[in-house]
C-alpha cells in the first residue's frame, strides 16, 4: 500500500493514495461537466482509465504516461487537453504547486502533440499552460528538494476565459 504523508494545520496525517484518486476523479468529474455545460464534447483518458495492472505498472517508472492528460474535449473542431489538478493552491501560499516531473511531461506532451493544447485546471477552476508554468517559475525560488515548481494564483487564467461561458451564464 502506498501511503504519502502531508502536513495539515500543523499536524502530520497519513493519506492513502486511493484517498487522494478519489478527491482526483471527483475534480476530473468537475472539470469535465464544467466543460460540457460550455458547450465542450469530454472524454476521458490517460492513467486514471488503465486497468489497475496497468496503473500499478507504470507507477513503478518514470514513463511520462504516468502524466497523460485527465481530459480530451473538442468543441466545433478545436481540440484540447485538460490535466485536472486538485488540492491546491496552496492555503499558506497562494500559490499552485505543480510536480517537476509533471511539468516536464507537460512540456514533452505540448511539444509533440502541437498545436493541441495542455491546460492545467486546478481545484478552484483556474488555469495556467505548462509552459506558462514554466516561463512563471523560470527565475524563482525553487522548492528545496526541486520536486515542486510554486507559481502563484495571480498568474491563473480564468475558466471561462479559456473555455468560454456556460450555457446558463450566456443567457
Same mark, same amino acid.
Given at each position: ?72 474535449? %473538442? ?95 450566456? %443567457?
Amino acid at each position: 500500500m502506498v501511503r504519502i504523508t502531508q502536513v495539515v494545520g500543523g499536524a502530520d496525517t497519513v493519506t492513502r493514495w486511493q484517498d487522494r484518486k478519489k478527491i482526483g476523479d471527483a475534480h476530473e468529474q468537475r472539470v469535465a461537466f464544467e466543460l460540457e455545460v460550455r458547450g465542450w464534447t469530454v472524454h476521458c483518458c490517460g492513467q486514471g482509465t488503465y486497468p489497475p495492472a496497468i496503473q500499478q505498472a507504470l507507477a513503478r517508472t518514470g514513463s511520462a504516461l504516468r502524466y497523460f492528460p485527465d481530459l480530451i474535449a %473538442a468543441r466545433e473542431g478545436e481540440l484540447v487537453t485538460v490535466d485536472a489538478k486538485d488540492r491546491m493552491p496552496s492555503t499558506h501560499s497562494d500559490r499552485y504547486a505543480i510536480s517537476a516531473a509533471t511539468l516536464k511531461a507537460g512540456l514533452l506532451f505540448t511539444a509533440t502533440h502541437a498545436p493541441t493544447p495542455l491546460y492545467y485546471v486546478f481545484g478552484d477552476l483556474a488555469v495556467l499552460t505548462p509552459s506558462e508554468v514554466q516561463h512563471y517559475t523560470t527565475h524563482t525560488r525553487h522548492h528545496p528538494s526541486g520536486a515542486w515548481v510554486l507559481v502563484t494564483t495571480r498568474q491563473a487564467h480564468r475558466f471561462e476565459e479559456v473555455f468560454g461561458r456556460g450555457t446558463a451564464l450566456a %443567457a
